[in-house]
């Protein structure tokens, strides 16, 4: 900023010595001080080291990871079937693992919706931890619109003690009993504080889906979220015995991304 400003005054000085007009001289100086504070501004943003830029093998290798590239084992596959992406796009940056005992997953999924000037491109990172088979959960971030309906009075979903989650959250079951236990107060307060697009849980699965394309920096944060979520769950969640009920609205997962 202070070198701008001192090629401002120069260039001004310069322009006032050739007789260029006062007017010519201030815009001069005017141009360099915001073109300084435009380069100083992008100085100060922090870089988001997107795996698409760096070597993910490395990044991978450090913490003890296994970088696959493209679907690997059916992921996409599995994970569809499991609603937890759609059948649609394509999966990417495949990495496989142990993390803190347990097997993990992660990836990145793309695909897009609607045609031509309404198209849209949706990029989400999902990470994955091996569980028991519980009942299906699904915990999803509220839309605007939702969020308004629901001061409004609709309250679809299941409803739990903490307003300020149901606000927040939809979250849809097949048991709701097991819902219940799993969301106590501790976990739905903890929830609110990650920032997820939807969390998933059932058929041997619990996952966490984010926004965006999966960002080097996040790949720990990703698993340390999981994994955090997975040891919050009380014990006796381990010999839970599901039911064997269908919820409609779980099997349009393609709608999350409409």
């Known amino acids: ?74 992921l996409h596959s599995r994970f569809a079937r499991e609603r937890i992406v759609p059948r649609r796009g394509h999966v ?20 897009h919706t609607g045609v031509g000037r309404s198209r849209r491109i949706h990029t989400r990172s999902v990470f994955a931890l091996d569980a028991p088979s519980w009942p299906r959960v699904r915990v999803r971030r ?34 709701d009993d097991f819902a219940i236990t799993m969301l106590a107060p501790t976990v739905q307060r903890w929830l609110l504080g990650v920032p997820f697009r939807s969390l998933h ?4 699965t619990v996952a966490i889906v984010l926004n965006g394309p999966m960002p080097l920096g996040a790949l720990a944060d990703g698993f340390n979220a999981v994994s955090t979520f997975r040891s919050m769950l009380s014990g006796e969640l381990d010999d839970w015995q599901p039911r064997d009920v269908r919820i409609p609205s779980l099997s349009r997962t393609d709608l999350e991304y409409a």
Do not use: K
């Open 1 to 74: 900023m202070l070198l701008s400003a001192c090629g401002a005054a120069i260039l001004a000085g310069i322009a006032l010595l050739r007789g260029a007009d006062a007017m010519i001289a201030g815009s001069v100086v005017l141009l360099m001080l915001f073109s300084g504070a435009l380069i100083a501004r992008s100085a100060r943003r922090p870089a988001i080291a997107c795996i698409e830029h760096l070597r993910p093998t490395d990044v991978c290798d450090e913490f003890g990871l296994t970088y696959h590239g493209r679907d690997h084992d059916g």
């Open 92 to 111: 990417r940056h495949v990495i496989t693992g142990p993390w803190r005992g347990r097997t993990a997953t992660a990836f990145q999924h793309t695909c």
């Open 142 to 175: 509220r839309n605007a619109c939702s969020r308004a309906l629901y001061r409004l009075g609709r309250q679809n979903g299941l409803m739990l003690d903490d307003d300020q989650f149901n606000h927040t959250t939809h979250v849809r079951t097949s048991d």
């Open 201 to 204: 849980v059932g058929d041997g």
